[in-house]
């Protein structure tokens, strides 16, 4: 697991890394989660997003960019990869 975003994660890694990461954190803006099997490097992963607010107000310790106050404002999402074993 972990956590991605585009608006000024701590740090570069947090960032989308693919195409299934970069559809995920789009949809994860709009509140949306999304769901997909897909084979990398032969090896097949359950993967899934689960959208993120800004819903407390320790976020804003980290993130400067995001209100002190908690928010229903999507700012990430939580990415899921599970191997899938033959």
Do not use: K
Not at 7 to 32: I, Y
Not at 41 to 59: G, H, V
């Amino acid at each position: 697991m972990r956590l991605v975003g585009t608006l000024d994660p701590l740090r570069e890694s947090d960032r989308p890394r693919d195409n299934f990461e970069r559809q995920a954190n789009e949809l994860a803006l709009a509140g949306q989660a999304y769901t997909s099997v897909q084979r990398v490097d032969d090896q097949w992963y359950y993967r899934r997003s689960i959208p993120l607010s800004n819903f407390r107000a320790e976020c804003a310790l980290c993130h400067a960019n995001f209100p002190a106050c908690p928010t229903s404002d999507w700012v990430g999402a939580l990415m899921l990869r599970v191997p899938i074993r033959e």
